[in-house]
């Protein structure tokens, strides 16, 4: 490569750091200009290694992802450019190691804020090094139609529309990179087209000048005229203007130096940038024009004939015959990305999808419209989130109190109950907390824990049948099948379960109607007589009081119908039952108890000398 | 940013620190010094600093300003309790100063307090920083305007990969008394301007005494982006602002809302009356606005500088908009002449346009009477993503609030509507 050029089609870059926009923006750049291949190699990202995905036009390919510059240059030695996006702590000391590697010769770096001490030493040892330094504080530049700097020259329709997918004869550099793509945009406009653009970077030191790269587009014969947009502040147009004076600069250049309405204002106003600001007449903007004008530079009276001149400039040497214009091609289309696409109303997709009870995808996510934090202000506690999750209603508090009392009750009924033996024995086999409350959660159903199902279907069997409790329990008997929720081991007509008495009263005093309880206690009337511990228990009572709240809610017998078919007694006692289970894992775990097998002695062997053959 | 003025006071202190400690304890440098704010006790000072009662003592502003003796505003060796007296008497005065580039008025709010240092011998050390080299400035003939005398100055340029423990300072310097010490001195001050990140550091005038140095006058600056590697270093260090610089209530408000994101909002009030005000998008677009007003000859009309970017939300651009249009429709114009609105921004890289467009047309919208009252004509120029929705809603707005309003696109060069606008002006 040529000692002017920084960038060809050809050129080959790092990433430093884990901005994959700026490298998917870099490939629709190098595709938009027909090349054959990305410009960049790898990232180089020391928290991961693998690889990241792109698009190529429409295609996917993989892009490394590397460590550290070290294994970067050494498994790409052909890669001479690094793009430095790391922060300003770190800035400095990457971009030395960059500048220290055989391979890397240019470095463009991103961060703002980086100390002018250390770019001060940056542009010094880059120097000796005859390498280059873009930055700090840039966001790059473009070579038209070889090389996109990360971000640099906006959106891919600015690019299209300044035509920088191709090159034309101008050379531009500026300070400023906001500015870059307005001017990119006036050079598109007037000219041929841009051939090279390059924002230093608004720092006091930069790693290099506005006269360094001139120097470059002075030197690089498809260079045809130079633009430049210099800034009050520091003394480098003097360098412009004495290197047209001996000669070093002598294609034509238009140039202007912002901040003129400095005088205006009062005081020594810091602009945007940290060397923007005048520190003595000299670098005041009028005193640089005024010099750059006396050099013999084309320099307008000000920004609003910037692009006359530029024009001007243009078709004199049109008419001279140095420039030829350069042609034109329709570039390669980009395909717009889903999202921007989506955001702009182009496209539309069926989603896969679908969540009514509630939405994170807000700035405060909530829980079927409820905002999180009202949930929390609000008290809405346990009851109140299952209403809106389990039910999409915002139930009165008699309501979360009633489902809050049932978890309590079901929380758990000791370890030797299916469910806990199976936690426990999972628990003692060493395996985790989800694998042993898993373990004792499989193992509800229809038998364990099944009883609140059972009891509020046969009820509701009965009560919307409008069966005589009576006739209810007969027909029970004669299909042979057991009422489930009556009956208890202890308890009695005589003495009854507490439990259940108090959940009675909660429903009597907080409930409209209780109309499948006053059922279910009809029922027991007739049980009990048979025998005086056949009484509605604690599942039962849970059962039918639930189907009572619900129609409370005014939901109608279909969707209760439905929520008992998808199993909400099921998940009502899954959910309390799970305090329990983990309970007793964490006992076991506390207790260090060792591996259950069960004693021998309490399985009864009864297998067959030999089984009987068959077939 | 980058480079930033600190108080003589915090110079000094940094510098009694640094220096025992770079030396390897060697070398000393006063550490007997106080800055009185308008919040400190002079009453109880002493008996934290009990030198003040044993000295005598220097005291001067400490404020970001010099020539602090030409505009007496100096106090040379008096006992405590006189210092007591005047400071009482200068603190919050109104005070007009002359420096060399006119004159600044502000209000006096920090002395620095000193020992008295009897001297004879005054001389000139600074240090400050190239591109490529650190210039070291030492000449006998200090405690007069440099200037002056710049023949006497010896220059010493060190190269910025030098190590700052092996310059030659010696053999530059005249044939003085003591001349070894203070050369070890020099050395000793020129490693603290380099690794603490000073900027700028300036004795005028110094003097050597008893195998110390006594810096009688010190100005500095820091490298304030340098502040995540030396916190410990600088210790509590503040950044005044220049002296005499004071906000409007509207410049401090945008100043708040600035502070709290990340997005850019700046204000300065020019000139409240000025029939041309600006609203434009960009740090570097906005400097060129305001350059055209001033360079097509109508800087005395341009009443803001100021700019809005970084993506900033609708909310902070209806915030920033309603207080530019406050205070632009305030009294209409007492000729009955027109004001003129520009709505500037270069082409933007990836801020949409529409977006940001929202929360200024919301403004408007609600300005639109008293914008029809001040005869206020509106002027839009804009580019970047989505600038087509934008300008198409711009367009929109003023046939709605009936406010003659122009739009253009990047088709049109971008200070085109600042010569239009004073096109009307001059008319």
């Known amino acids: 490569m040529k000692d002017y050029e920084l960038f060809t089609k050809d050129t080959k870059a790092f990433i430093y750091g884990g901005q994959t926009a700026a490298v998917q923006r870099m490939l629709d750049f190098d595709f938009m200009c027909r090349k054959d291949e990305p410009s960049v190699v790898a990232m180089i990202t020391p928290e991961r290694s693998g690889f990241e995905l792109f698009f190529w036009g429409t295609r996917e390919i993989r892009i490394p992802r590397i460590t550290s510059i070290t294994q970067a240059t050494s498994r790409y030695p052909t890669a001479d450019v690094m793009i430095n996006f790391a922060s300003q702590r770190s800035a400095y000391d990457l971009t030395m190691e960059a500048l220290n590697s055989d391979s890397i010769r240019t470095v463009i770096v991103i961060a703002e804020g980086v100390p002018e001490r250390q770019e001060r030493i940056l542009a010094a040892t880059a120097k000796e090094k005859a390498k280059w330094i873009i930055g700090p504080a840039t966001v790059g530049g473009v070579k038209a139609g070889a090389f996109k700097i990360g971000n640099a020259a906006g959106t891919m329709q600015n690019i299209r529309e300044a035509k920088l997918y191709r090159p034309g004869s101008v050379g531009f550099v500026s300070v400023s990179g906001g500015l870059s793509n307005e001017a990119y945009n006036i050079i598109a406009r007037n000219t041929d087209g841009l051939n090279e653009g390059v924002a230093i970077g608004g720092d006091a030191f930069p790693g290099s000048t506005l006269l360094d790269h001139l120097l470059r587009y002075e030197k690089n014969p498809d260079i045809k005229m130079l633009v430049c947009l210099g800034e009050l502040g520091g003394t480098a147009e003097y360098d412009i203007a004495n290197a047209v004076k001996d000669g070093r600069l002598t294609k034509p250049l238009v140039m202007w130096v912002t901040g003129t309405c400095a005088k205006v204002l009062p005081g020594q106003v810091q602009f945007g940038h940290a060397g923007a600001k005048a520190k003595a007449a000299i670098e005041t903007a009028d005193a640089k024009n005024d010099a750059l004008r006396k050099a013999g530079i084309t320099v307008p009276d000000s920004f609003d004939d910037y692009h006359e001149k530029i024009k001007q400039t243009y078709t004199k040497l049109c008419d001279e015959e140095i420039i030829t214009p350069a042609e034109d091609f329709t570039p390669p289309n980009i395909p717009v990305n889903y999202k921007q696409a989506t955001a702009e109303g182009l496209v539309r997709k069926r989603t896969n999808f679908i969540s009514t009870i509630c939405d994170e995808s807000g700035e405060v996510h909530n829980y079927c419209g409820v905002p999180i934090d009202e949930v929390i202000e609000k008290n809405y506690g346990i009851g109140g989130v299952i209403g809106l999750l389990w039910f999409k209603k915002d139930i009165p508090v008699y309501a979360r109190q009633f489902m809050e009392m049932v978890l309590q009750i079901i929380a758990d009924h000791g370890p030797a109950v299916s469910g806990a033996h199976n936690t426990i024995v999972a628990a003692r086999a060493g395996k985790d907390l989800i694998s042993s409350l898993v373990s004792g959660l499989l193992t509800i159903g229809p038998r364990f824990g099944g009883a609140v199902n059972g009891a509020a279907e046969h009820f509701l069997y009965g009560f919307r049948n409008k069966l005589a409790s009576r006739d209810f329990v007969s027909q029970m008997k004669a299909k042979n099948v057991r009422i489930q929720g009556i009956g208890h081991r202890l308890h009695t007509v005589e003495n009854p379960d507490k439990r259940v008495e108090l959940m009675k009263d909660f429903a009597r005093s907080h409930f409209e109607k209780t109309d499948l309880l006053d059922y279910a206690l009809s029922v027991e009337q007739v049980t009990s007589q048979k025998k005086n511990n056949l009484i509605l228990n604690v599942d039962g009572c849970i059962g039918v009081l639930f189907v009572d709240l619900l129609r409370e809610l005014k939901f109608t017998d279909t969707e209760i119908d439905e929520m008992i078919d998808a199993g909400l007694f099921n998940a009502l006692f899954v959910l309390g039952r799970s305090i329990g289970f983990m309970g007793h894992y964490f006992d076991q775990r506390r207790l260090q108890t060792s591996l259950y097998r069960h004693p021998l002695d309490d399985i009864l062997y009864d297998v067959p000398s030999r089984p009987e053959k068959v077939g | ?427």
């Open chain 2, 1 to 427: 940013m980058a480079q930033k003025g600190i108080r003589e006071y915090d110079a000094k202190r940094l510098l009694a620190k640094a220096v025992p400690e770079i030396s390897g304890n060697k070398l000393r440098f006063n550490d007997e010094l106080v800055l009185v704010s308008p919040e400190t006790d002079l009453e109880t000072l002493p008996n934290k600093h009990t030198w003040l009662k044993d000295q005598h003592l220097v005291v001067k502003p400490d404020q970001l300003f010099g020539k602090r003796g030409k505009n007496n505003l100096l106090l040379i060796n008096v006992d405590y309790d006189q210092a007591k007296a005047w400071i009482t008497e200068q603190m919050n005065r109104q005070i007009t100063i002359k420096q060399t580039n006119g004159e600044t008025s502000g209000t006096l709010t920090h002395f620095l307090v000193e020992p008295f240092v009897p001297h004879e011998k005054e001389y000139y050390l600074a240090f400050t920083s190239k591109r490529e080299v650190d210039v070291i400035h030492f000449s006998t003939k200090g405690g007069v305007d440099i200037e002056e005398v710049w023949d006497s100055v010896v220059t010493i340029e060190v190269p910025v990969l030098a190590d700052p423990a092996e310059v030659d300072i010696a053999s530059h310097l005249p044939d003085i008394a003591n001349k070894g010490a203070l050369s070890e001195f020099i050395k000793v001050l020129y490693r603290i301007y380099c690794e603490f990140h000073f900027a700028y550091l300036e004795f005028n005038p110094i003097t050597f005494l008893n195998e110390t140095i006594v810096p009688l006058d010190t100005v500095a600056k820091l490298d304030d982006t340098a502040a995540f590697q030396c916190a410990e270093r600088w210790g509590k260090v503040e950044f005044p602002k220049p002296f005499g610089s004071s906000n409007t209530r509207e410049e401090a408000y945008i100043a708040s809302l600035d502070e709290k994101t990340g997005a850019s909002l700046k204000l300065t009030l020019l000139n409240p009356n000025g029939r041309v005000w600006t609203l434009v998008a960009g740090g570097g677009a906005s400097v060129i606005y305001a350059d055209t007003v001033v360079d097509l000859g109508f800087g005395n009309e341009l009443a803001n500088y100021g700019e809005y970017s970084g993506n900033p939300t609708t909310e902070l651009t209806y915030e920033y908009t309603k207080t530019v249009l406050d205070l632009m429709t305030r009294t209409p114009d007492p000729h009955g002449r027109p004001k003129y609105l520009l709505i500037g921004g270069g082409i933007a890289n990836f801020t949409d346009v529409a977006k940001t467009f929202t929360g200024v047309i919301r403004a408007l919208e609600q300005y639109k009477s008293k914008l029809q009252e001040n005869k206020v004509q509106i002027y839009v120029r804009r580019g970047g993503p989505n600038y087509k929705e934008g300008l198409e809603s711009m367009r929109k707005l003023g046939e709605r609030i009936e406010v003659p309003l122009e739009v253009y696109g990047p088709e049109t060069h971008m200070t085109r509507i600042v010569s239009l606008a004073l096109e009307e002006v001059s008319r």
